[in-house]
């Protein structure tokens, strides 16, 4: 049975086997998968040590066509074979016509013929962009090209995967959009720039007359959208057509406020382009931002809308990533996070090969020490894991979450209670404080969480505290509690220190 992702009360839910299944995972660097022997030297150990249930791995339309109509899937099948001994689940990256805004990644016969295949014209070349232009989305020729390739990928995963179903989900190409410019200006951009909108944008945003008219300020990235949406619906529902398994797309987020279009690629889907996407490309299932900024917590909630389950394929591989993790999974319902460049977390932690930039990232202008980023990502994890059976609308009460990214306390609401958590404090050497509240019945709390302090407090209008009736520290396997410490006396309180713990609480208010 293929794997569906729906929407359940804001929390995203994918269901494998018609089971819920949280991704506790990581994206490999660009090039890993380019060889098998490298995966499995530099990423299977770690994926193992890390344990990971997924692992996002890119797909090549360079060396899957190498020669036009020549169709070569034995790096695809390598991985899979990896995969499947290692009992880890897949989600593939559609390298094709676009990567990162550019067509670094199409085969050399679609770079070669720029006539056939022709690039996007830039308005005035911005001097960071160092390599040609991608090719442009206006190129009928080159969407068709790679729509092939997809499908033929798409039909050897049914052919090959449909009965174990190692491969999850697709991304279909990477951080899409149009670098270097605030859009194309080739004759034909050119021409559907000056054409009256399509009838349905004008139905749907209830404007008309060209472009510049129907959306002024915004009708260079308006109409960007429009063409990449349109380009990558005609690939992804080519794919879909030979094997209908769910279909996202990642974006390359706006880094500053103001930035302008171009600096980021203009186009892809970025949350104010998110309703043209949805408009233009019906195959893709969910919008996924790529998150390497500091406000972690912010980009998560502008992805987490009501139409939008939320997966996270790429964030910093740092010393935050696992409280990003409790964060995005928690409060913004996300079905899964992934690190980028996952492998590299123990060479961080443990051989130090890496230039010291890498080691300590700065965070809001505080120092960190990345040493043991794979040590919380783990534990972080094993959180998630033993928590999992709780996460669901359907299981708890409530589900909420917290980060302490700069301000010091947050409250929280419950049925009979109220919640104030205090962030311990931030250190160099250890994760930004977070944590889970999961309300299981109105006097029932499982609690996980790192540097902070949960204190219960009487609802408005209540006058006494509540008291403890049971305080354990512990972790559930396969949904059963284990207690590894029942706390009193000086423990008597919710209290996370250095190291990612699970608390279980009952609680009794007064006149119960
Ligand atoms: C975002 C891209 O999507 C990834 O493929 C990779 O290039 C990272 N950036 C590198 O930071």
Redesign the pocket.
């Known amino acids: 049975m293929a794997a569906d992702v729906v929407l359940n009360a804001g929390r995203a839910q994918l269901l494998v086997e018609g089971a819920p299944f949280l991704i506790l995972g990581g994206e490999v660097h ?1 090039s890993s998968a380019s060889g098998l022997e490298w995966m499995e030297e530099k990423v299977w150990p770690v994926v193992r040590q890390l344990r990971l249930n997924t692992l996002l791995v890119p797909v090549y339309w360079e060396t899957v066509e190498p020669r036009e109509g020549e169709f070569h899937f034995e790096l695809v099948d390598g991985v899979l074979a990896q995969a499947r001994r290692e009992g880890v689940r897949l989600v593939l990256l559609w390298f094709g016509l676009w ?2 805004a550019l067509s670094t990644y199409a085969p050399s016969w679609v770079k070669q013929d720029t006539k056939r295949f022709f690039r996007s014209e830039l308005f005035e070349q911005l001097d960071f962009v160092r390599s040609r232009p991608g090719i442009s989305p206006c190129c009928q020729a080159a969407i068709d090209a790679d729509a092939k390739a997809f499908a033929a990928l798409m039909a050897h995963l049914k052919k090959v995967d449909e009965v174990q179903g190692t491969v999850l989900f697709l991304q279909v190409e ?2 899409v959009g149009l670098l270097g410019s605030d859009r194309d200006y080739s004759p034909i951009a050119q021409q559907w720039f000056e054409a009256d909108i399509p009838r349905e944008v004008a139905a749907n945003f209830d404007c008309g007359g060209n472009w510049e008219s129907a959306f002024g300020g915004q009708a260079c990235s308006q109409f960007m959208a429009w063409c990449f949406a349109r380009a990558l619906e005609v690939i992804a529902s080519a794919g879909k057509k030979e094997y209908d398994i769910p279909l996202y797309v ?1 974006a ?1 987020t706006i880094q500053y406020d103001g930035e302008y279009e171009g600096s980021y690629p203009t186009g892809g889907p970025v949350v104010e382009n998110i309703k043209m996407w949805r408009l233009t490309a019906p195959s893709i299932a969910w919008y996924s931002p ?1 998150i ?1 900024k500091n406000n972690f917590a912010a980009e998560c909630r502008k992805y987490a809308l009501q139409d939008n389950p939320l997966f996270i394929p ?1 964030a910093r591989n740092s010393l935050d990533a696992g409280s990003n993790a409790l964060y995005a999974i928690a409060q913004c319902g996300a079905f899964g996070f992934c690190p ?1 460049a996952v492998e590299d977390m123990l060479q961080t932690s443990q051989a130090f090969e890496l230039p010291g930039a890498y080691q300590e990232q700065g965070i809001n202008g505080r120092r960190r020490d990345e040493t043991h980023a794979a040590h919380y990502l783990k534990e972080a994890y094993g959180v998630l894991d033993s928590l999992k059976p709780f996460l669901s609308p359907q299981a708890a009460v409530s589900v909420q979450g917290y980060i302490f990214e700069d301000d010091r306390r947050i409250g929280m609401r419950f049925c009979q209670y109220r919640a104030r958590i205090t962030c311990i404090g931030v250190y160099p050497h250890l994760p930004l404080p977070a944590g889970v509240v999961i309300e299981m019945a109105e006097d029932e709390f499982i609690i996980a969480g790192i540097l902070s302090e949960v204190e219960f407090l009487p609802l408005c209008g209540e006058r006494s505290r509540p008291e403890f009736l049971s305080l354990e520290e512990g972790y559930f396997s396969a949904g059963q509690w284990h207690c590894t410490r029942i706390m009193n006396g000086d423990e008597h309180r919710v209290t996370f220190t250095d190291q990612y713990k699970i608390l279980r609480i009952k609680l009794r208010k007064d006149g119960r």
Do not use: Q
């Open positions: 660009n990567k990162n990477n951080e990642n390359w790529d390497y790429e980028f």
